[in-house]
Antibody, heavy 114, light 107 residues
Framework: EVQILETGGGLVKPGGSLRLSCATS????????MNWVRQAPGKGLEWVAQ??????????YYAESLEGRVTISRDDSKSSVYLQVSSLRAEDTAIYYC?????WGQGVMVTVSS | DIQLTQSPSSMSASLGDRVSLTCQSS??????LSWYQHKPGKPPKPMIY???NLADGVPSRFSGSRSGSDYSLTISSLESEDTAIYYC?????????FGGGTKLELK
């Protein structure tokens, strides 16, 4: 059974930072490109970042709206992917999903508020 | 960036109706388009991948089609559990982009 579990969300003050973690099991993690996708309250889905697998030298890609403030990384030995977000703004408030587009986690809520 | 325009933005239909949702791409993306069903409090659920392929476990009343840069998700006979927001996603070019969604409700 595929499991994807995001952790690390919560309430953060504007200007703060956080690191989201995504632990996976049940599929061949090493074969997949991994993504973070978010959904702000009342809004649609927004792709945030992608990290390719070893075959593609772990290349990373970011949404232009977040570039410079986010870093995606992965640890194949732990079948996990991470998202570091800094200089958080109110508009970063969202549910953040970890996904390879075939499988999705339940999401983790990030709230940016003073 | 490639823009995906979904229409209608919302619609209501009756049980048993045939429903078609559309996603139009601003550029050619081949068949690199997926459809997702999203219900409140749950993660998006893959429905269709590569434009026309049914994802695992998805009922056969769902189907995907393509005509040029227009992509459709069709439900042959609407059931109550199909009420949700449906999103298309293109993964042909970076950045991957989602359409704005179609909210499907029961009449």
């Amino acid at each position: 059974e595929v499991q994807i579990l995001e952790t690390g969300g919560g309430l953060v003050k504007p200007g703060g930072s956080l690191r989201l973690s995504c632990a996976t099991s049940g599929f061949n993690f090493n074969d997949y490109f991994m993504n973070w996708v978010r959904q702000a309250p009342g809004k649609g889905l927004e792709w945030v970042a992608q990290i390719r697998n070893k075959n593609y030298n772990y290349a990373t890609y970011y949404a232009e709206s977040l570039e410079g403030r986010v870093t995606i990384s992965r640890d194949d030995s732990k079948s996990s992917v991470y998202l570091q977000v800094s200089s958080l703004r109110a508009e970063d408030t969202a549910i953040y999903y970890c996904t390879n587009f075939d499988y999705w986690g339940q999401g983790v809520m990030v709230t940016v508020s003073s | 960036d490639i823009q995906l325009t979904q229409s209608p933005s919302s619609m209501s239909a009756s049980l048993g109706d045939r429903v078609s949702l559309t996603c139009q791409s601003s550029q050619g993306i081949g068949n690199y388009l997926s459809w997702y069903q999203h219900k409140p409090g749950k993660p998006p659920k893959p429905m269709i991948y590569y434009a026309t392929n049914l994802a695992d476990g998805v009922p056969s009343r769902f189907s995907g089609s393509r005509s040029g840069s227009d992509y459709s998700l069709t439900i042959s006979s609407l059931e109550s559990e199909d009420t949700a927001i449906y999103y298309c996603l293109q993964y042909d070019e970076y950045p991957p982009t989602f359409g704005g969604g179609t909210k499907l409700e029961l009449k």
